[in-house]
C-alpha cells in the first residue's frame, strides 16, 4: 500500500495490524459456530477477509483523497447518512434482527448505516465549527444548531433501537463542540437535562433495565442476566497471564454468547492471556494519542477538528467495549474497533483511520 508522504507510518502500521489480528480472531472464535450454522468453518473468516480488503483500499483512497474536499462534501455526506437512517426503519428494505432494526441487506452482505453516521456527522461538524470559529460561544450559534442535528440523528438510531451508537455519537459530537469553544455551562446544562430521559430509555426497557441489573450483581441470576458477563470474566481467568494458545478457546464453544463480535476481546484474553489484552489496549492507546498529534498538528481548523472526531470515535467505542467485555461499565453493544466480525464497522473504522492519516500529512493544498 502506497503511503502518503508525511502520513503518520505508526498510525497505519498499527491499523494493519489490528485490522489483521481482527481478521484471526474472528476465525479463532467462530470457527465452531459457522459449521454448525452454515456448514464450513471458513464463512465468517472469507467474509471479514472481504470487508478487511475493501476497508484497506478505502483507507487508502482516503489517504490520498485530499481532506479539504470534505468541507464541500460535508452537507451532502450528512442528508446522505440522514437517508439511509430513514431507509433502515422502512419495512422491506430494512432488516430486523434480534428485534432491532440496524441493517440494510444488500446482495448477501448488511450494511449498517449508523456506523456510517457516526463518520458523516463529524465531517459536518468538523466544516462547520470551522466556520463557526468565533461564534461558538453564542447559545444560538454556537449550540443550538448543533443541537438539532444531533436530534435528529440521534432519534433516527433509538427508533432501530440503537441506545449504543447514539450515546457514543452524542458524547463525540459534545466534545468537538467543547474544544471548539462552546461554553461548557451549555454542555453542562444539556447533560444534566438529558439524565432523566436517559433513566427512562434505559429503566423502562426491559432488556435495558436487565442489563443494567446483571452489571452490578450478575450472580443473582447466572443462567439468564448474568450469564454473558460470568462467561466473559471466565474467558478472562482462564488465559491467564499468556493464554491458552490461539485457537484454544473453550468459551467460544457456545458457553460466551457473541464470541466473534461484541465479546471477541474476552476470547482474545483466554487465547493471548493477560499480555495480549495489555498490548492491544496498548495498541489502542498508542493510536489514539497518535490521532490526537495529527489534530494538533493539522494545518487548519477543519482538519484539527476532523482529525479529533474520528480519534475519539475510535478511541470511545474500543475502550467502552474492553470495559463492558471486563465487567466494569453495563452491557452495551458497542463493536470493538478493527477487531470485532461486522463489515460495516470495520469498513467505517478504516475510513477514519484513512481521514486521520491525510491530516496527519499535513500538506492539504487547496481546493477552489
Known sequence: MEVRQGADHTLLLLAVVLTCLGVV??????????????????????????????????????????????????VPILFACLLLLVLVLIPGIGAKVGGAKRWIRLAGFSVQPAEFAKLGLIVFMAHSLARKQDKMKSFKLGFLPYMVVLSILLLLMLLQPDLGSALTLCVVAMAMMFVAGTRPIYIAGLGILALPFLYFMVMNVDYRRRRILAFLNPWEDPSNTG?????????????????????????????????????????????????????????????????????????????????????????????????????????????????????????????????????SSKNPGEVR
Open 25 to 74: 480472531m474472528v476465525f479463532s472464535s467462530s470457527s465452531i459456530m459457522a459449521v454448525r450454522e452454515h456448514g464450513d468453518s471458513l464463512y465468517f473468516l472469507k467474509r471479514q477477509g472481504l470487508y478487511a480488503l475493501i476497508g484497506f483500499t478505502l483507507m487508502a483512497g482516503l489517504m490520498h483523497f485530499n481532506y479539504l474536499y470534505l468541507r464541500k462534501l460535508a
Open 227 to 359: 450469564f454473558q458477563i460470568i462467561q466473559s470474566w471466565i474467558a478472562f481467568g482462564s488465559g491467564g497471564t499468556l493464554g491458552n494458545g490461539l485457537g484454544e478457546s473453550k468459551q467460544k464453544l457456545f458457553y460466551l454468547p457473541e464470541a466473534h463480535t461484541d465479546f471477541i476481546f474476552s476470547v482474545i484474553g483466554e487465547e493471548l492471556g493477560f499480555a495480549g489484552v495489555i498490548v492491544i489496549a496498548a495498541m489502542f492507546l498508542l493510536l489514539v494519542l497518535r490521532g490526537f498529534k495529527a489534530a494538533t498538528s493539522a494545518p487548519d481548523n477543519f482538519g484539527s477538528y476532523l482529525a479529533f472526531g474520528m480519534t475519539l470515535l475510535i478511541g470511545i467505542e474500543a475502550f467502552v467495549n474492553m470495559a463492558v467485555v471486563m465487567g466494569l461499565v453495563p452491557t452495551k453493544g458497542l463493536a470493538l474497533p478493527f477487531l470485532s466480525y461486522g463489515g460495516s464497522s470495520l469498513m467505517a473504522t478504516l475510513m477514519a483511520v484513512g481521514i486521520i492519516l491525510n491530516v
